[in-house]
DNA sequence: CTGAAAGCGCTTACAG
DNA sequence: CTGAAAGCGCTTACAG
């Protein structure tokens, strides 16, 4: 445990002044450095093993080179891809991130604007809407507020606030070109496996669906209602469905089960295959996520893919342009599998 | 856009000391302040709404309070799961994490633990061993080498390096209690899809599996090497042992297929059901991992989930005990799902 | 218990 | 082009 090099030990070494050791290492806009002191400062940089005291730069300059990002939980595969995208943008930017998770606390969410705040991030990345919770959701909109009035400026991902720009995804439009794909493959018949009745993703991804199914002439046999998109609900939903009987009735050509999300999918998968429904042969199935495991189950899931990584790095530009009131929308993307094959024409 | 409210400013409000105000409000070991004055500061910093610079903090106390974390890439669920417990066992401790990630390039390590060494955390934990690149891992050592030398503190996820503590995961014991278990099931006959032939997870797992049970008195099929454990290495094993007839010859009991990693035995378990093999009817599978999808498939996946988030929230903990030398060594934990039910008698 | 002052390691107007 | 000096917002010996 040495000592740690100062920019005044090089200076010294170098036989110039604090000033011009440093705008020959750190550069100036303004000012240049004679070629000859420059190249004395930076043999003397590399001899000594210099490395710049970040903190101190930061304090210095008056900014920090980091960028904050605070989600509910980093374990989540759908938050890892967003960190992943954040983290790349970040570092191609030359900025650090700062990793704040509320681990699904909602009170958590204000306190941990707060501390980023304090750590002077130079722009923040928010990850996930309100949480229900008002009394917390307020709070950390006051967070928020509080670190743009002092000079911050932050992006939200799935989310909207006055005074900050943000990402998100288009589930209903999405799901609508599911719907148009599955159509142009030959299925005209259709049940959902609905989310609950309240707004949100789900709902999106239901309306997108459905509307288009109806516009193109095919047919809703039945709309489902989940308490929530899981895979037990998806198990359940599922169960009721086929004890209704609407998928057997038919003589139309195969009906498609759509899942507002791949875990309730998932569930669906297992309920039919426990009621010896064969899938893909006898019912179609889709979800909407692309979570891990849908290329694992048989038969692997068509479903869609939600651009995280690019709204990770998408928000973090949003974030360090500084100017708020955008909203930029990314599609899903298809991706068709086994679980439903075109049907002969 | 204001000006941020300075201790200055709580000082001169309160009619107090700037010494006085920081005692007061972020206390001191050695020195206290009067209740009076005390409570004039504690008015005068609500009022104002005051908020510690961070960076100033660190930059006079000579320390921060940010951990660094190093990653291959943040998106991958192992990693993810480390993440998590990382996170946690930091904002248990008051401090925030740094999240750097590799993106995979070995010879962005180096580079990476620079940049966090020159931001001065307090602690770094690094994830992930040797990448087999040599000259990428002999700069990275440097590197850890001088954020050591320089004061700092480091602990290592999966690999070991003098003057730094580590946690590890016990892959050898963890399939040898595996194979017990699977032995205690009733299965006698069994075959090993490992990994390459070189020392790593893979090749640990494979012999704490094949040692028990042959310990046991059970017989190995056959050991069928994959080019790296992936899902298509994992199908195209099978397959090769499918062909060879090893699994049809017996009549000593199912036999029972054991993948050094889920993914293989997610390959393994469609190369079974493309050639009628029913799982676990007729054959048997277990994995390793407990990755995202070992829930999913049918019939689900018996494996060996890996402790990542105690890993990660015990590597904060040695970090920041800075002792050298010490390593930690968690134990997984066994899944036992459909892939292998009890055999009768 | 309280305060004036130095200092943390840089950057950057301000003068030469 | 180069340098002496102030300043970033705190903390903390050092004196009262």
Redesign the interface.
């Known amino acids: ?2 000592r ?1 090099v100062t920019l005044s030990d090089v200076a010294q070494e170098a036989g110039v002044s604090l000033a011009t050791a440093s705008r020959a290492l750190n550069g100036s806009a303004t000012r240049t450095v004679g070629p000859e002191l420059a190249r004395r400062v930076r043999a003397a940089a590399e001899r000594l ?1 210099y ?6 730069q ?2 210095a300059r008056g900014r ?1 080179n ?1 960028i904050g ?1 605070v989600v509910p ?5 759908l ?3 967003i ?2 995208g954040v ?2 943008a970040a ?1 191609e930017a030359g900025l ?6 509320t ?1 699904d606390v909602p009170r958590r969410e204000a306190s941990v604007i ?7 991030v130079r722009a923040m990345v928010l990850v996930g809407g309100p949480t229900g919770n008002v009394e917390a959701d307020v709070a950390a909109m006051r967070a928020i507020e ?1 670190y743009l ?3 911050g400026s932050a992006a939200l991902i799935g989310a909207a606030m006055p005074g900050t720009s943000g990402v998100d995804i288009a589930d209903k439009r999405s799901a609508a070109q599911l719907a148009m794909e599955l159509h142009a493959l030959g299925y005209r018949r259709f049940v959902a496996l609905a989310g609950p009745d309240r707004p949100g993703r789900p709902a999106e991804r239901l309306a997108g669906f459905v509307e288009t199914v109806t516009v193109l002439g095919a047919e809703v046999l039945a709309v489902q209602r989940m308490t929530a998109p899981t895979r037990e609900a998806g198990h359940a939903a599922m169960a009721e469905v086929i004890a209704s009987g609407v998928l057997t009735g038919g003589d139309a050509g195969r009906p498609l089960v759509f899942a507002v999300t791949d875990q309730a999918a ?1 569930g669906a ?2 309920a039919l ?1 426990q009621a010896g429904i064969p899938v893909p042969d006898q019912v179609a199935l889709a979800g909407f996520d692309d ?3 849908a ?4 038969p692997t899931l068509t479903t869609v893919r939600l651009p995280l ?1 690019a709204a990770g790095a998408e928000a973090v530009k949003l974030a360090l342009a500084g100017e708020a009131g955008r909203t930029v929308v990314l599609d899903g993307e298809l991706v068709l599998r086994e679980s439903t094959p075109p049907l002969a024409g």
Not at 51 to 56: H, K, N, R
Not at 73 to 77: G, I
Not at 96 to 101: I, K, M, N
Request: glycine letters at 8%; a negative charge.
């Open positions: 445990m040495v740690p093993r490395a710049p005291d970040g903190v101190a930061a304090m920090t980091a990002l939980d980093v374990s989540d595969a938050f890892g891809a960190t992943a983290s790349a570092d650090s991130v700062t990793l704040a998770s681990r707060d501390a980023l705040a304090r750590q002077r509080a009035v002092g000079g998932f998968l297992a295959r979570s891990p495991g290329a694992e189950v048989t990584v």
